[in-house]
């Protein structure tokens, strides 16, 4: 039987993503649904976006997770300065920490995968919706929302593996061609700017975890940053300020409680666990299973692994008195007989543990982008405008909040004054890491500003990445398949 690259579209695997969504929208759906029979009503429409968020989180998606469960932002993690890890069960992971990943990493082909397993379904979404006859302006609204979701998954593949075949058609040759990082990035912002036409917010309860205005704008800011466009991302995120939708939290403690999901400080996120929300799907997330000590899982109540943990150079690096540390990380475990036990630092930031006591799977958000984000965005995208005075307003609000402890303000973590253009910038990245651990944000931040060489050395001890490792190489399962494909220089 001949196996087929990623990148083909094969309609059985789209007909079981728009089946799997409507069983979760309908009460007695139709077990196995053709690609045909779709296309001909408003519900079959919702049902065709909705399909493209479920890969954005469902494990129902096939063997493995989908594009934000469980394996991007851990490879943000590992790959950088951030974090370690530690399961034995995963030494592709191990590569990835390391920087000795090679082309047959299984974490890297399943982030290709389901990138292109989505990208294919909004293909197909962008492509056959505008052909039903249904209200005009939900017809609009969920074209864009594909559009914003093409966009956003393209941002992650060209910052990840370069040059890649920019498949954008329901139909595609078997083997396609790559095309340059410049043509990625003009189809990206062209889809993201199709998203700016997106409503500013949506009825409560029936929209969140949907792409908004604001997100496509923060999003395109987040490319601008990377491009170094600087004032095309300080316009951007000009736009999602003078919006007044976000605000931050005024406590950081706040930002990760369930109750905040979808609050003033998210701008785009993925719902996970309880079925929240229009497009929050079955399966729980893993922060809780991932991130959290061992040592917590007494008689069997939690299921903590501590798979991957922080570096204690990362965790030095807070001042003692910065409110996210306390937020970030647990070096304390409460045992039942009333006695504590200390352990090097775990990260916790995405437990809730009011709301979710035991600590096994987690109903918790994951955050792509927010508030927080593009505050920071504008304060770096200002200073490198030598608009200095003003980028220090920004980045302070941020530290602002880093010094409140509930109830009052710490005398820590001080506003930042009279600095340089250059001193500048290692705060706002130093600042970044401290406001998105396990976010997914850091090998980004540090590939990006090409700083990967000389600050995770300082981190892990002995491990020294190299100028290949500014991309990731592309899965050997997909150049076996696609002769087209082009192995990126070093692997």
């Known amino acids: 039987m001949r196996k087929y690259s990623s990148l083909i579209i094969i309609i059985a695997a789209a007909s079981f993503a728009f089946s799997s969504c409507k069983k979760f929208l309908e009460e007695n759906p139709q077990n196995v649904i053709a690609i045909t029979n779709y296309y001909q009503t408003e519900n079959d429409a919702i049902a065709a976006v909705n399909a493209i968020y479920s890969y954005l989180n469902s494990t129902s998606t096939g063997s493995t997770a989908g594009v934000y469960h469980s394996t991007f932002w851990v490879i943000a993690g590992c790959a950088s300065d951030e974090m370690i890890n530690k399961n034995v069960f995963q030494p592709d992971m191990d590569q990835i920490s390391n920087f000795v990943e090679t082309p047959i990493n299984n974490s890297l082909e399943e982030t290709w995968t389901m990138h292109y397993k989505a ?206 540390r306390e937020v970030t990380f647990i070096t304390q475990v409460y045992n039942p007989d009333g006695t504590i036990t200390t352990i090097s630092p775990y990260i916790r930031k995405y437990w809730d543990s009011t709301a979710e006591p035991q600590g096994n799977g987690s109903a918790n958000d994951y955050p792509v982008i927010r508030y927080a984000d593009v505050l920071l965005m504008y304060a770096e995208a200002e200073n490198e405008l030598g608009n200095t005075s003003e980028a220090l307003t920004y980045i302070n609000m941020v530290r602002k909040r880093a010094r409140w402890d509930g109830t009052k303000e710490r005398v820590a973590v001080p506003d930042y004054v009279g600095i340089t253009q250059d001193e500048f910038r290692a705060a706002v990245l130093k600042e970044r890491r401290m406001e998105f651990v396990a976010e997914g944000q850091r090998w980004f931040d540090l590939a990006r500003t090409k700083t990967l060489e000389s600050l995770v050395p300082v981190a892990k001890s002995g491990i020294h990445p190299q100028d290949k490792n500014y991309l990731f190489p592309i899965p050997q399962t997909e150049i076996d398949l696609n002769p087209n494909l082009k192995q990126n220089t070093g692997f």
């Open 119 to 324: 990208i294919t379904l909004a293909n197909i979404a962008i492509a056959r919706i505008p052909l039903i006859q249904m209200d005009t302006t939900l017809r609009a609204r969920l074209v864009n929302e594909a559009h914003f979701l093409r966009g956003l998954l393209y941002f992650d593949m060209v910052r990840m593996f370069g040059s890649v075949p920019l498949v954008l058609q329901e139909q595609e040759p078997l083997t396609p061609q790559i095309v340059s990082v410049d043509d990625i990035y003009k189809q990206v912002i062209a889809d993201l700017t199709a998203a700016e036409n997106l409503p500013d917010s949506y009825t409560p309860g029936d929209g969140r975890g949907r792409a908004t205005k604001g997100a496509a704008e923060s999003i395109l800011a987040k490319v601008y940053l990377t491009q170094q466009n600087w004032q095309a991302c300080a316009n951007k995120c000009g736009e999602v300020i003078n919006s007044n939708q976000y605000a931050l939290w005024d406590d950081f403690a706040d930002v990760f409680k369930l109750s905040s999901r979808g609050g003033k400080e998210a701008i785009f996120s993925v719902g996970f666990g309880d079925g929240g929300g229009a497009i929050s799907f079955w399966e729980v997330g893993q922060f809780n299973v991932r991130l959290l000590p061992p040592a917590l899982s007494v008689d069997g109540v939690q299921n903590a692994q501590g798979w991957q943990v922080p570096t204690q150079n990362l965790y030095d690096d807070y001042d003692p008195q910065d409110r996210r």
